[in-house]
């Protein structure tokens, strides 16, 4: 079965840059429409962003123009460049697919802290 492990959350100030990566234990990039999502506390989890099989991209409103998806397949790893990190980006983000109906196990996720 498929693992999915995320990583690269953190503590930040607004403002501030990181780097996710999700590694998975199979190769299923580029070959559904994988995404990475978040939930803050209290609230639904969220698709922010999502990567075809061929590397089209989509982003939700409130980090586009901020976040870039991305996918390695080689190394069965996507990753999630976050600029311009607001405390509205506060959440535990992971990764999953395809997009319509997420059918991998879910990992732990990674934290991400945006202090004001």
């Known amino acids: 079965q498929v693992q999915l492990v995320e990583s690269g959350g953190g503590l930040v100030q607004a403002g501030g840059s990181l780097r996710l990566s999700c590694a998975a234990s199979?190769?299923?990039?580029?070959?559904?429409?994988m995404g990475w999502y978040r939930q803050a506390p209290g609230e639904q989890r969220e698709l922010v962003a999502s990567i075809t099989y061929n590397g089209n991209t989509r982003y939700a409103d409130s980090v586009k123009g901020r976040f870039t998806i991305s996918d390695d397949n080689a190394k069965n790893t996507m990753y999630l460049q976050m600029t311009n990190l607001k405390p509205e980006d506060t959440a535990v983000y992971y990764c999953?697919?395809?997009?319509?109906?997420?059918?991998?196990?879910w990992g732990q996720g990674t934290q991400v802290t945006v202090s004001s």
């Open positions: 999953n697919g395809p997009t319509y109906s997420p059918k991998y196990p």
């Open positions: 199979g190769g299923i990039f580029r070959v559904n429409t």
